[in-house]
């Protein structure tokens, strides 16, 4: 008995459409396997074997040149004569069961190729010159990425060293990635004659780190058929639950999602928008999850409609149609046609309702989208050949391979790899990676975006912009207000980081707390790691304790000699809440003791004396250019800061009367100055001076409410 009728799992071939589903029925990869054993081919035809293949490919590819598939079969059909699976099969039923996955799913023949070829050099005699020799360099590069590293040679750290090279291989040619999804996924079909323990170990890779790879590269044929194999091994118990229920809904003699489907090609005839109008049954996850979302499941639970259209504009005619016509589930509507996913799904979802309760999820989407939403990455073809070009049949082995279309998940990851070299973080690290599925874009003053995982912080950001440098990046701006590092950012917010200037910046322990990001937190621990002294102690912000400075007591606040009053005998204060200087526009008010406080006209103290009905005394400056001032200062908190703010003062001819620097909260610090100064026409200069010191982001004058 074949390995594949063994695997309880197994729950059906991975197509693209349903129409192709119907035509091409399950292949008897073992039949075809023998039959290439005892068959022989005329020279120069395609054996019998890998007809399937031809076929496949074709439907996409109608002018593919099909003879490199017909060479790859024959290297590899004889490397591997003699081997068998587990299951009792020729092995070359393998490597011609990947391929027909990937023709199904529309790949190009030099993917196709490699495919046939993938396990040849790891399992035969085959060598990569030798597939360079005979088939080019793309070709090699291909197998070359697939092929695992040796036990022999790296021990433990194999499987995952194995998975950090096709990764690397992926950056420059995501056609690796999917000749390897592929491959796991016939290896899941056929797990069955493993032993129990060996089937659950290969079931939680694929779903930490194989699936994710699928959904993020957007091979949604692969990725839910994976889903469904994982399930069935992780927990059967469920898996045969929900099974039961999909049978049992099957059995229906009603179907409330046929008779949806019919009213709704109904409504779209009447408005002559051409669409076509499928039923999308749902995968065993997939129901599951909705049974645990929703309850007891009815019977439009079990499946979606997918309306097909020519062109962009008509998704939205059908939505308008559907949202018109029928009863709209507002709080299901997405559209990702407008905003993309970053495995460049696009589609429109909607939800309709029938009076009796029923509620049919709908996707529409153009019949390219559609082709795109199942194959992903795949459905890209080559990414080195122009436009209405075939793919060359040798590329450059220059080292410099670079695919101009690869996703910025995948950037993220390369970088943070090379940081990790010990196997065991990478591993680890990798799956955390892997689980943040969701991605939001952000963007940056200079009109640069940064695309970020679900979740993401202001820490995050920074070391995603600035790499290591980001140790000194004391704070942010998001959607202009300034905010914490700690700040979770959202999908489409601005970012401005603001870096300080000081070389002993460093970063802190805390923002371990708030990383999100594998290069975040590789670079935070990296640098704690090779600066025990600092990661004994929590870094502070502030490296000077809260110092009030009491006032001294010639320190009384200025009178006649700098503000002329028309009050004879009178004495004048400058008002603490306000600070006037030269040349503000002021006002007096005379208060008890025969004292006349002077405000700027500014002041919320004026309005509310005002509108108490206290009279107001003329006022104006005299003669003498000096002034006492009070100024607020906030900054993020960082090492030497204070030093730094007082030492800019000085050097603008601030005398400090007195100073308080509050306790910081949340990496800010507020500072109180009471400054005298030689002429206030320095006032502008000081303050400018003290804005420039780094971490320093707002001074202002005093003005209390």
Same mark, same amino acid.
């Given at each position: 008995?074949?390995?594949?009728?063994t695997?309880?799992?197994t729950?059906?071939?991975?197509?693209?459409?349903?129409?192709?589903?119907k035509a091409?029925?399950?292949?008897?990869?073992?039949?075809?396997?023998?039959a290439?054993l005892?068959?022989?081919?005329?020279r120069?035809?395609?054996?019998?074997?890998?007809g399937?293949v031809?076929?496949?490919h074709r439907a996409?590819?109608?002018? #593919?040149?099909? /003879?490199?598939? %017909?060479?790859?079969? !024959?290297?590899?059909? $004889?490397?591997? =004569?003699?081997?068998?699976?587990k299951?009792?099969e020729?092995y070359i039923?393998h490597?011609?069961?990947?391929?027909l996955i990937?023709?199904?799913?529309?790949?190009?023949?030099?993917?196709l190729t490699?495919s046939?070829?993938h396990?040849?050099?790891?399992?035969t005699d085959?060598t990569?010159?030798?597939?360079?020799?005979?088939?080019?360099?793309e070709?090699?590069?291909?197998?070359?990425?697939v092929?695992?590293?040796?036990?022999v040679?790296?021990?433990a750290? #194999?499987?995952? /060293?194995?998975? %950090?090279k096709?990764l !690397?291989?992926?950056g $420059?040619?995501v =056609?690796v990635?999917?000749?390897?999804l592929?491959d796991?996924l016939?290896?899941?079909?056929t797990?069955?004659?493993m032993?129990p323990?060996?089937q659950?170990?290969?079931a939680k890779v694929?779903r930490d780190?194989?699936i994710p790879?699928?959904?993020?590269?957007?091979?949604?044929?692969?990725?839910t058929?994976?889903?469904d194999?994982?399930?069935a091994?992780?927990h059967?118990e469920?898996y045969?639950?929900?099974?039961?229920?999909?049978?049992r809904?099957?059995?229906?003699?009603?179907?409330?999602l046929?008779?949806?489907a019919?009213?709704v090609?109904?409504v779209? =005839?009447?408005?002559?928008?051409?669409a076509?109008?499928?039923i999308?049954?749902?995968h065993?996850v997939?129901?599951?999850r909705v049974?645990r979302?929703r309850?007891?499941?009815?019977?439009a639970d079990?499946?979606?409609?997918?309306?097909?259209?020519?062109?962009d504009?008509?998704?939205?005619a059908v939505l308008?149609?559907?949202?018109?016509?029928?009863?709209?589930?507002?709080?299901?509507?997405?559209?990702f046609i407008?905003v993309?996913?970053?495995?460049?799904?696009q589609?429109?979802h909607?939800a309709?309702?029938?009076a009796d309760?029923q509620v049919?999820?709908?996707l529409?989407?153009t019949?390219?989208?559609?082709?795109?939403a199942?194959?992903g990455v795949?459905?890209?073809g080559?990414?080195?050949a122009?436009a209405g070009?075939a793919?060359?049949?040798?590329?450059?082995?220059?080292?410099?391979r670079?695919?101009?279309t690869?996703?910025?998940?995948?950037?993220r990851?390369?970088d943070?790899?090379?940081a990790?070299?010990?196997?065991?973080?990478?591993?680890?690290?990798?799956?955390?990676d892997?689980?943040q599925?969701?991605?939001?874009?952000?963007?940056?003053?200079?009109?640069?975006t940064?695309?970020?995982p679900?979740g993401?912080?202001c820490?995050?950001?920074?070391?995603?912009?600035?790499?290591e440098d980001?140790h000194?990046?004391i704070?942010a701006?998001?959607?202009?207000r300034?905010a914490?590092?700690?700040?979770?950012?959202?999908d489409?917010?601005?970012?401005?980081?603001?870096?300080?200037q000081d070389?002993a910046?460093?970063?802190?322990?805390?923002w371990?707390?708030?990383a999100h990001?594998?290069?975040?937190r590789i670079?935070?621990q990296r640098?704690?790691?090779t600066?025990?002294?600092?990661?004994?102690?929590?870094?502070?912000p502030?490296?000077?304790?809260t110092?009030?400075?009491?006032?001294?007591?010639?320190a009384?606040?200025?009178?006649?000699s700098a503000?002329?009053v028309d009050?004879?005998?009178?004495?004048?204060r400058?008002?603490g809440c306000?600070?006037p200087?030269?040349?503000d526009?002021?006002t007096?008010f005379?208060v008890?003791?025969?004292?006349?406080?002077?405000h700027?006209?500014?002041?919320?103290?004026v309005?509310?004396?005002?509108?108490?009905g206290?009279?107001?005394t003329?006022?104006?400056?005299g003669d003498?250019t000096?002034?006492?001032v009070?100024?607020?200062?906030?900054s993020?908190?960082?090492?030497h800061?204070?030093?730094?703010?007082?030492?800019?003062?000085?050097q603008?001819?601030a005398?400090?009367?007195?100073?308080t620097?509050e306790?910081?909260?949340?990496q800010?610090?507020?500072h109180?100055?009471t400054?005298e100064?030689p002429d206030?026409?320095?006032l502008?200069?000081?303050m400018?001076a003290?804005?420039?010191?780094?971490?320093?982001y707002?001074v202002?004058?005093?003005q209390?409410?």
């Open positions: 008995m074949s390995a594949e009728a695997n309880p799992a729950p059906g071939p991975v197509v693209p459409t349903a129409a192709r589903r091409r029925p399950r292949i008897d990869l073992r039949r075809l396997g023998r290439a005892l068959g022989n081919a005329a120069g035809k395609l054996p019998d074997a890998i399937h031809a076929e496949a996409h590819h109608p002018d #593919a040149d099909l /003879e490199p598939l %017909r060479r790859a079969w !024959v290297l590899a059909e $004889s490397s591997h =004569r003699g081997q068998m699976r299951s009792g020729p039923t490597p011609l069961a990947v391929t990937l023709a199904e799913l529309g790949a190009e023949t030099t993917t490699a046939l070829l396990d040849t050099v790891e399992d085959v990569l010159d030798q597939v360079r020799e005979q088939f080019g360099e070709v090699r590069y291909l197998v070359d990425g092929t695992k590293l040796e036990k040679d790296y021990g750290a #194999a499987e995952p /060293e194995t998975f %950090r096709m !690397v291989a992926t $420059s040619d =056609r990635m999917s000749i390897k592929a796991r016939h290896n899941m079909r797990l069955g004659v032993r323990e060996k659950e170990r290969i694929t780190v194989l790879l699928a959904e993020r590269l957007g091979v949604q044929a692969l990725k058929e994976l889903e194999l994982v399930f091994i992780l059967p469920e045969a639950h929900t099974r039961e229920l999909i049978a809904n099957a059995a229906r003699a009603d179907d409330p046929a008779d949806i019919d009213e090609r109904g779209l =005839r009447e408005a002559d928008i051409p076509e109008v499928l999308r049954p749902r065993f997939s129901v599951h049974g979302k309850g007891e499941l009815r019977g079990f499946g979606r409609l997918l309306v097909l259209v020519n062109e504009a008509d998704c939205y308008g149609e559907l949202h018109t016509c029928l009863t709209p589930v507002v709080s299901e509507f997405k559209d407008a993309p996913k970053f495995n460049l799904y589609s429109l909607t309709v309702a029938r309760g049919a999820e709908v529409i989407r019949h390219q989208m559609h082709k795109v199942e194959a795949v459905a890209l080559n990414p080195y122009p070009e793919p060359a049949a040798d590329a450059p082995d220059d080292g410099e670079a695919d101009p690869r996703p910025g998940w995948l950037s990851l390369l943070w790899q090379k990790a070299p010990d196997t065991d973080t990478f591993w680890s690290t990798l799956r955390e892997l689980a599925d969701r991605e939001i874009t952000v963007f940056r003053p200079d009109g640069g940064l695309g970020l679900e993401a912080t820490v995050d950001a920074a070391y995603a912009q600035y790499g980001a000194a990046c704070g701006r998001v959607n202009g300034l914490t590092l700690s700040t979770v950012l959202k489409g917010d601005s970012v401005q980081l603001l870096m300080g070389p910046s460093e970063p802190s322990r805390e371990l707390d708030h990001t594998p290069a975040a670079a935070i640098w704690l790691a600066h025990p002294d600092s990661a004994e102690e929590p870094h502070t502030v490296t000077v304790p110092r009030p400075v009491p006032e001294p007591q010639s009384a606040p200025r009178t006649a503000v002329v009050l004879p005998d009178a004495t004048v400058l008002a306000c600070t200087v030269p040349p526009e002021v007096g005379a008890r003791g025969g004292v006349v406080t002077v700027r006209l500014a002041c919320a103290s309005a509310h004396m005002k509108g108490s206290r009279p107001e003329a006022v104006s400056w003498s000096a002034c006492r009070t100024l607020f200062a906030e993020f908190g960082r090492p800061l204070l030093a730094d703010l007082t030492e800019a003062m000085a603008e001819g005398e400090i009367v007195s100073a620097v306790p910081p909260s949340e800010r610090v507020r109180t100055y400054v100064l206030a026409a320095h502008p200069a000081l400018r003290m804005r420039n010191v780094p971490g320093v707002d202002d004058r005093a209390h409410q």
